[in-house]
Structure formats: structure tokens, C-alpha cells
């Protein structure tokens, strides 16, 4: 096709299938949703993101225990992981910053990455 520009695919975030199931879960309050809220605005290409409890619950306007105990929530349901201090990362089959072939190869790294695992064990 010529003088057609082909067009990029755009970058955005792509919620996976594992979303749908963290939205109706009901050992999941509402108050950890809000504060997954706050988490998927500032994710970065890396699924992580960089964050005080603090700055959650000022965000939120609740007090830091609820921040913290909403994070515990997504944590115990290994929705996030805490990486350090201020540094958590979401589950990487929950969402995806990027493009959604990105997000399949991604996933299928991390599948083939598992099965050698097993493997050596």
C-alpha cells in the first residue's frame, strides 16, 4: 500500500485474564482495590512501581494501617510483590504496560523460564 503510513502499535495498559478474577474476588477488599488503584497509575514499563504507604493512604485520603493492610491484602493473594522498601511490582499476568504482543512474549518467557525449572528439579 503505498503512501499508507502502517501504524506502530500503540503502547497502553493491557489488563490480562488474571483481572477479571481479581476484581470479583471477595477475600479482596475494597479498600485494597483502591490501593491497587493507586498502584496500576504509577506502574512503569517494568510492573514496578515506586511508592510510600504513606503517599498511598495521603493519596487516598484514608489513614497509613488501611493503606497498609490493603497492601497486605494484594500481597497475600500475590497480586503485588514487595521488592524493597517504597518498590513493589504487580503480578505480571494481572497487567501489562506495553503492547499486547509485548505482553504475550513476556508471558511466554516466563512460561518456558518456569518449565526448565521444573526440569531441573
Known amino acids: 500500500m503505498r503512501g499508507r503510513k502502517q501504524q506502530r502499535p500503540r503502547a497502553g ?14 477475600a ?13 497509575e504509577r506502574v512503569d514499563w517494568a510492573n514496578r512501581v515506586y511508592i510510600q504507604v504513606q503517599e498511598i493512604a495521603e493519596e487516598l485520603g484514608i489513614a497509613q494501617p488501611n493503606a497498609s493492610r490493603g497492601l497486605a491484602v494484594l500481597r497475600a493473594q500475590g497480586i503485588v510483590t514487595r521488592v524493597r522498601q517504597g518498590a513493589y511490582e504487580l503480578h505480571p499476568e494481572l497487567m501489562h504496560v506495553g503492547t499486547l504482543a509485548a505482553a504475550r512474549k513476556r508471558q511466554q518467557a516466563r512460561v518456558a523460564q518456569d518449565s526448565r525449572t521444573k526440569e531441573e528439579a
Open 28 to 40: 479482596i477488599s475494597r479498600e485494597a482495590l483502591r490501593v491497587l488503584g493507586v498502584l496500576v
Open 13 to 26: 495498559f493491557v489488563f490480562m485474564g488474571v483481572a477479571a478474577k481479581v476484581l470479583t474476588n471477595p
